[in-house]
């Protein structure tokens, strides 16, 4: 049996036997591809083979053993941690790989990293792509949404696996080509950026529901199972839903309120904010989801502070089911706030690095398989469809009539939480984001004027062009 396995030659091979990396082997042998999976913990390797049985597939714990079963030249897809075990997989891997392999990084690398990858690969004539896979352990068994960049030639021959397991939204497979170097983990770090950001979103309006409303579990399951049949859709919105009727098995309680308040992250979310300051384009909700995170983590100071600044959180009274809709509503407008963050993050990406993005395909892999998929990626898609160059979808007249028609709500949330005292800090940058953007005039010329006085930086005039100075304290 082991000598037939041998004989056989494996289409792809699969570094990493991880939840991630097995379930996605798992996919793709369903789709009737030969896939070797290799692992240095031997249990890791028995549990794919304990599941290979009727299976074109094999697992391995000798790393020669596992490159000898691939058919030439060699595809090998690698899903580990993202960082020093990338580079350690790549360095065992390289003494069995000849010439024209390719090697396939499907992690959450850091795009910086696949750029330097790819270039030492090159150089050894080893091709390179780096991959964002999303959707977590049931997407990479079921259908991911896959993010490839790197070189076009390298993807097609992968392609057809690619698109044989991806997530499939009406016919078309949730994969496509995104560009050069490391363009597929770039556009994967933004989509957790997002995800992080709703995340946020989606937290303070449970919040606002809980501490100034007083509702329930079984309430929220409600309002938020009720948000995901309208135009709020999509897959965050639809485990918020669940997480709330889930039972705790230990003391029968909602799991919900048995989790520490402590927020963990594996930095995708920071790199998506670092890479914005970098290119100069605003995200602040992203940024501000990280600091929330990081805030999150100073649970003895918040106690503390607590008692400090002691104010009860103030309840909301009136029509409860009024400020239910104006919540929704809020959510929604936040929500398209930060999708046009992130895209527009991805057109000053796309620029700098020369990644030829193409943000409508973009949005189209994002709709299924994908932690952000959404309802709204189809009214994404079509502002990137009908003007391919938009810089920032809050121009888009479809997207800005949304926008228009829920503004008025999210400011009464934002207000009204403040003279509550719940924390909205997502829903008011996303508002105050919203405002500086439609805001033909901001004061930023007092701060030009500030850093001329103290530092002779100079400014621009309304009236003249060149750059001035002024002995601010002259007479
Ligand atoms: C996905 C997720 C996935 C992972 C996040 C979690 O697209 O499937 O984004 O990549 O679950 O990276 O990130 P944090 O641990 O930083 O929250």
Known sequence: MIHMKQQLQYEIGMVGLGVMGRNLLLNMSDHGFAVAGYDKDAGKVEALRSESTGRKSHGADDIKEFVALLRRPRAVMMLVPAGAPVDSVIKDLLPHLDKGDLIIDAGNSYFKDTDVRARGLAAKGIQFL????????????????????????????????????????????????????SAGHFVKMVHNGVEYAVMQLIAETYDLMKRGLGLNDDELHDVFTAWNKGESNGYLMEITGHIFSKQDEKTGKRLIDEILDVAKQKGTGMWTSESAMELQAPVPTIDLAVAMRDLSVFAGEREQAGAVYQRSIKRFTGDRDAFLAQLGSALFAGTILVYAQGMALMTAASVKYEYHLDLEAVARIWRGGCIIRSALLEDICGAFRLRRDLPNLLLDPD?????????????????????????????????????????????????????????????????????????????
Not at 144 to 165: D, Q
Not at 434 to 443: E, H, I, T
Request: charged content about 25%.
């Open 130 to 181: 780096g991959v964002g896979v999303s959707g977590g352990e049931e997407g990479a068994r079921h259908g991911p949404s896959i993010m490839p960049g790197g070189p076009k030639e390298a993807y097609e021959r992968v392609r057809p696996v690619l698109e044989a397991v991806a997530a499939r939204v009406n016919g078309d497979p949730c994969v496509t080509w995104l560009g050069p170097g």
């Open 399 to 475: 997207l800005s009539k949304k926008v228009m028609a829920h503004q008025e709500d999210l400011r009464r949330v934002v207000s009204r939480a403040a003279e509550a005292g719940v924390p909205v800090p997502g829903l008011m940058v996303s508002l105050g984001y919203l405002d500086a953007y439609r805001s033909a005039w901001l004061p930023a010329n007092l701060i030009q004027a500030q850093r001329d006085y103290f530092g002779a930086h100079t400014y621009e005039r309304i009236d003249a062009k060149g750059t001035f100075h002024t002995e601010w304290e002259k007479v």
